[in-house]
């Protein structure tokens, strides 16, 4: 990744890393630590998680071996700016990655709008969960789990694991590039002012745009052709009749 430098709010000694053994989730940790007045730029990564959570409220399965980690955030910019950060923590993962994969590994690229993609396969979870605290700061956690030497079984769309692609490199290793990867693109993002360079960045590994696609909504599901993402970082779909902007969904290629 580039070392583009705005902000520069963040350095490498900006952040604090905990390194736990068991915990029931990285995320749930971090969150107990922002109620307990930590004062953010901490990440907390365990061996092996008892509890790990993925979108949606399903499980996380998290055997050692993976690496788990989650990173917390109090105030990182103002709310209005917040929804292009898991665009910009999926940079972060996709750089990480770029850093360890063999060039034998299949394609890296990016699904809209966190899902880091190897040959299409899912190969990474993030989950950002934001909470209001009682002293009126408010903590946000991104949560990443990476798939290294185990992997669920393929679900609604493949999965696959970084043994499988050639890289056999311990879940310690692969964090450091995590963590500076992540320092950088936090830069980039600019507490949220430089939107339009981190929806650029996505787009240049973007999976699938002009492609047909099915987007799973809470409520219905719609079809038609992915045509990108605008500079909030929302999904344009193509519906054939009209370009509509779409803020959260599951997005399957057909
Ligand atoms: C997804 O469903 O794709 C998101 C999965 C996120 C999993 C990670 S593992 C580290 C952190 N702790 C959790 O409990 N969840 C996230």
């Known amino acids: 990744m580039s070392t583009t430098r705005r902000g520069g709010r963040y350095s490498l000694d900006t952040f604090r890393h905990e390194a736990l053994d068991e915990v029931t989730s990285t995320n749930t940790e971090c969150l107990a630590r922002a109620r307990q007045g930590d004062p953010g730029n901490l990440w907390v990564t365990a061996r092996r998680q008892t509890a790990g959570r993925g979108r949606r409220g399903r499980a996380w399965t998290s055997e050692t071996g993976n690496l788990y980690a989650s990173l917390l955030l109090i105030d ?7 929804a292009s950060l898991p665009l910009a923590v ?3 993962v996709h750089g990480a990655l770029r850093s360890v994969l063999p060039q034998s590994a299949e394609k890296l690229e990016i699904k809209w709008p966190n899902d880091v993609l190897i040959g299409r396969k899912k190969s990474c979870g993030i989950l950002l969960e934001g909470e209001g605290l009682a002293d009126g700061r408010r903590a946000l956690v991104a949560g990443i789990g990476i798939n290294m030497r185990h992997r ?3 679900g609604p769309y493949g999965v696959t694991s970084l043994q499988e692609q050639g890289c056999d490199i311990s879940p310690e290793e692969l964090f450091s590039h995590l963590y500076r990867e992540m320092t950088e693109v ?5 507490e949220g002012r430089a939107v339009a360079d981190v929806t650029a960045r996505w787009r240049s590994v973007a999976c699938g745009i002009g492609e047909p696609i099915r987007v799973n909504l809470p409520d219905r599901s719609i079809e038609g052709r ?9 999904l344009i779909l193509d519906t ?4 509509m902007p779409i803020a959260a969904g599951d997005v399957f290629f057909l």
């Open 152 to 154: 669920p079984e393929d």
């Open 76 to 82: 990182p910019a103002p709310p209005e700016q917040l």
């Open 90 to 92: 999926a940079l972060a």
């Open 226 to 234: 992915f045509a990108g993402i605008d500079d909030r970082g929302l």
């Open 186 to 190: 936090l830069n980039l993002w600019d």
């Open 240 to 243: 054939g009749n009209a370009m």
